[in-house]
């Protein structure tokens, strides 16, 4: 059972150019979420997507635009890569929003690393 | 405004010590979930607390819920180097969907 893959783990873009980064779970999760971790600063929400065909934007969508086209899949793309976009970017998924011990539980992929020089 | 604060930013401590990290909030959480994340890696769920006052322990980590669902703390007991790591809470709010919000997170690392 592979989880959430992400793809790839790291890569570096010169200023204004583009780029995807992959992200696919197994688990047939109906909630996928982008997020970015910058030092000190804790995770925050890009984009997410509450079904195939759905999605919506998180605290910090600038810069970015997502695609939900099957349960599987969920990718980010990046467009005009700009310096302050380096960052960790980490693609999750959950299968609940219904409160108690199960909500939101998120499973995350291992994250990739982008440096925009 | 950071919805959740974590506190403190940055622990470290030697091999057999306890701890206490904290999550505070002036909002009101339906749940709150504790994740660790080790370098090079995502976050891995280590508890869902979801009740006012609960208390759930595993292993060596305890968990608490404050009473009016604004706040929690993690307490670890006899750290051990394993333990190291980045400490993240996240909250879950009925008017949030299936958003979380995540605290800044707490590094502890652990001396052998």
């Known amino acids: 059972n592979a989880g959430v893959t992400q793809t790839p783990k790291f890569r570096i873009l010169k200023i204004g150019q583009s780029m995807t980064l992959q992200c696919t779970q197994d688990m047939n999760h109906n909630y996928m979420y982008w997020y970015r971790q910058d030092p000190g600063m804790g995770l925050k929400l890009i984009y997410y997507s509450v079904g195939a065909g759905i999605t919506d934007k998180g605290e910090v969508p600038n810069g970015y635009n997502v695609s939900r086209s099957t349960t599987e899949d969920f990718p980010l793309r990046l467009e005009l890569a700009a310096p302050s976009q380096t960052s960790v970017y980490f693609c999750a998924s959950s299968y609940s929003t219904f409160s108690g011990a199960g909500a939101n539980v998120l499973t995350f992929g291992a994250g990739s690393r982008l440096t925009v020089l | 405004t950071q919805l959740l604060e974590q506190s403190p930013q940055f622990l470290s401590i030697q091999e057999g010590e306890n701890l206490t990290v904290y999550c505070n909030s002036s909002s009101v959480f339906s749940s709150l979930q504790w994740y660790r994340q080790e370098p090079g890696e995502g976050p891995v769920l280590l508890v869902t607390v979801v009740t006012g006052g609960e208390v759930k322990k595993l292993k060596r980590l305890t968990f608490q819920f404050g009473d009016a669902r604004k706040d929690s703390s993690l307490h670890i007991t006899a750290a051990q180097p394993g333990d190291t790591g980045l400490y993240l809470c996240?909250?879950?709010?009925?008017?949030?969907?299936?958003?979380?919000?995540f605290g800044e997170g707490t590094q502890l690392t652990v001396n052998p």
């Open positions: 996240a909250g879950a709010k009925e008017t949030s969907g299936s958003r979380l919000t």
